[in-house]
């Protein structure tokens, strides 16, 4: 009998053991393919910056497969992710990122979005940067309506650098 229960202990530390293979093999699957579907909407995590011949400097960014161009950067030191918008007037913040990157609210103003008109309120930005493009006392808006993870790169910031595009490749030139 006691090598039947010894028998019945080693089955079970067996089956637990298998239980425990196939959770750790899903999370490691979970975690690479967050990876991947990360990479696949923002292929531009890790900027390069180029120096052309004319001493300007350049950031390449790749489109993403929604055919956007979306990219890591920073305002006032603190990591942030843009999607480039030349169909918007400024640098549009969601509410919620403004709180996170502490920018206060200025006065109130009537936008007219892609949603119909809303209320922004008027924000400055001390440093935009994406890669070693950088831009100090940059206009924006904080939309509490605009519901996305990303920042609006809008043209007070684009307007200040030249860009050019090609096929999956947009270049920032400053």
């Known amino acids: 009998m006691r090598a039947e229960d010894e028998i019945q202990g080693h089955k079970r530390m067996g089956t637990f053991m298998q239980a425990l293979a196939w959770l750790a093999l899903i999370a490691l699957g979970i975690v690479f393919f967050t990876d991947v579907l990360e990479k696949q909407y923002n292929p531009n995590q890790k900027l390069q910056t180029r120096h052309s011949d004319t001493g300007a400097r350049e950031v390449v960014l790749q489109r993403n497969k929604f055919g956007h161009y979306v990219t890591s950067g920073e ?11 030349t169909g918007a007037t400024g640098v549009a913040i969601p509410e919620d990122i403004a709180s996170y990157l502490g920018i206060q609210r200025g006065r109130a103003f009537p936008t007219q979005t892609a949603n119909g008109r809303a209320v922004s309120y008027a924000a400055n930005l001390d440093r935009v940067s994406v890669g070693a493009i950088e831009l100090q006392n940059v206009r924006a808006a904080i939309a509490p309506g605009l519901q996305t993870e990303e920042i609006l790169l809008g043209m007070s910031f684009l307007k200040h650098i030249e860009f050019s595009q090609k096929g999956n490749t947009l270049i920032l030139r400053q």
């Open 75 to 85: 305002i006032n030191g603190k990591p942030v992710t843009f999607m480039l918008d």
